[in-house]
């Protein structure tokens, strides 16, 4: 750690970690659900843990960017963050936002609208923080006088988002007008801006982790953000098929999301291309495992496995799903989990008093099962997706007489899930037992303070 301010981000991780771990257990509490007697009907029926698990996602996923974000930007401007205090304020306000919101929806207390089921006020207090963040940041950068390409992408991305949230204040009385602006945040988020801000993290984490030449990763970072401009924004589409718009729609979507794996299929080139040419070989291999893992997993879920359903033809049978989940699920994690376990991964030796440069033992088994266990999800969902689209809509069985027959994949989820869910308290726990304190490295000339193989040793 270069900058004593960096430390905050140390917080905002150990949010995300621990909003992470809950958003697990919902999981596997909504997945039991499909097998059979629910003694917990009452309390919190499928909808209620769904809801809780999909938006704890959202949550622990923006505290990681946010955490990251402020470690990065000071680290690239070489300058302490403008204000820590207000960092602190606005991860105890983002605190206070995500555990009630996540509270309410235990009493019904929600839009209902998939995603941003966040309440007004609640989402008042997400621009508020938003603008805190941004803020904060901008200063930082404006302060140092130190700009890079990489931040920039990053805050295109980080700001973008903001923007898109403003659709989702606002209701709709009509349905179809709802769900139209529903993707405007949802899709453009996730297959736009996010995509920008993933790939500013991975460039930042190759050229810290593999010595890659930061003029070829900045150029890689121009043609990632066009391709995400021409296939992300038109790809929206891709959810207009049945909600009642125009059919001009349907060839659009089919045409422009087919190419959107193009800006996923880059990532993962510019992170191989980035390994084979390294030059410098940072200790911090876990961290590199993650960061190569986020570009291939990324092009897997969501370039391949959303390429599976993206087309009007395939996608009027598998529409909502459990094919859907499939691909959600490995989307989410390759592209957005891993990447901010990656930036964890690289940071956090240098934010505690033991040094772990090189990873412990504890991190791989949790890089692996966690690696395993989604794998494993993503088939199961699939298997029982397959089957649902054939008996339900292709043979027009019931729905409940449906899931009765794909069950036995959901034992299989459920074993998946309890192996992912080890590998993610294992990296919970790895990420605790260390106790948080700063160890700044050398400012002055510069070096970061993990980039010194000296110091690094390996525990486990
Ligand atoms: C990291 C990037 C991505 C993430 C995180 C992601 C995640 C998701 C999620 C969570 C859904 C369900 C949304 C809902 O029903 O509310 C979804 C739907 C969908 N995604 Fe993606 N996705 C990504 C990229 C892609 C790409 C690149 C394509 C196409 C090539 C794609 C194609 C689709 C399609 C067609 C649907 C609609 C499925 C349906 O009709 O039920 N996705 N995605
Ligand atoms: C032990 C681990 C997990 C289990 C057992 C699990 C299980 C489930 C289940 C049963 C659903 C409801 C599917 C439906 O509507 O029928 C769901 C939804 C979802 N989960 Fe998970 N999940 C786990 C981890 C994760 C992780 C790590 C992520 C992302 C990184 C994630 C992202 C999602 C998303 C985006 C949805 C909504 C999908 C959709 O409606 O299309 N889950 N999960
Ligand atoms: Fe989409």
């Known amino acids: 750690m270069r900058y004593k301010s960096q430390s905050v981000a140390y917080w905002y991780f150990a949010l995300a970690l621990i909003l992470f771990g809950l958003q697990i257990v919902f999981g596997l509490l909504s997945a039991t659900k499909y097998l059979g007697p629910d003694p917990l009907l009452n309390i919190m029926p ?43 304020i606005q991860l105890g306000l983002w605190a206070v936002m995500g555990v009630s919101a996540v509270v309410g929806y235990f009493f019904r207390y929600g839009t209902g609208n998939k995603f941003l089921e966040q309440p007004l006020p609640h989402k008042i207090v997400i621009v508020i923080v938003m603008l805190m963040f941004l803020y904060n940041v901008a200063m930082t950068i404006k302060r140092s006088g130190r700009f890079t390409t990489t931040e920039g992408v990053l805050l295109l991305g980080l700001g973008s988002s903001a923007v898109l949230y403003l659709p989702a204040l606002l209701h709709y009385e009509n349905y179809i007008v709802s769900i139209y602006y529903r993707w405007w945040t949802i899709h453009l988020w996730v297959e736009g801006v996010w995509e920008m801000i993933q790939a500013a993290f991975l460039a930042y984490l190759l050229i810290r982790l593999s010595g890659a030449d930061r003029e070829v990763m900045e150029k890689w970072l121009y043609v990632i953000v066009g391709l995400v401009f021409i296939a992300g924004i038109l790809g929206t589409a891709h959810h207009y098929y049945w909600i009642g718009v125009p059919t001009y729609w349907l060839p659009l979507g089919g045409f422009f999301s087919a190419l959107e794996p ?11 291309s980035a390994m084979r040419r390294s030059g410098v070989k940072h200790p911090n291999n876990l961290a590199l495992h993650w960061t190569l893992g986020s570009a291939i997993f990324g092009l897997f879920g969501a370039g391949l496995l959303g390429l599976a359903h993206t087309f009007p033809d395939i996608n009027k049978w598998t529409h909502g799903t459990l094919i859907t989940a499939m691909h ?61 689209v054939y008996l339900e809509r292709v043979l027009g069985i019931g729905y409940l007489d449906v899931q009765l027959k794909i069950q036995i994949h959901f034992v299989m989820l459920v074993a998946c899930g309890s192996l992912f869910a080890t590998g993610v308290g294992l990296f919970i726990y790895d990420f605790f037992r260390h106790i948080p304190g700063s160890r700044t490295s050398d400012a002055a000339t510069g070096a970061p303070f993990a980039a010194s193989p000296a110091t690094s040793t390996r525990v486990g």
């Open 328 to 388: 959600g699920h490995a989307a989410f994690y390759g592209a957005y989990a891993m990447i901010v376990l990656a930036m964890i991964s690289y940071a956090m030796p240098s934010m505690t008093r033991t040094p772990h440069e090189r990873g412990t033992s504890v991190g791989y088994w949790a890089f692996w099962l966690q690696i395993s266990g989604m794998f494993g999800m993503t088939l199961s969902f699939a298997t029982a997706g397959i089957g649902q």
């Open 46 to 88: 499928f909808d209620v843990t769904k809801t809780i698990h999909t938006n704890l996602l959202i949550v622990w996923l923006l505290t990681g960017f946010m955490g990251a974000t402020y470690w990065m930007v000071s680290d690239e401007s070489r300058s302490e963050i403008y204000s820590v205090k207000l960092a602190y």
């Open 262 to 272: 193009l800006a996923l299929l880059g990532m993962a080139m510019y992170a191989y």
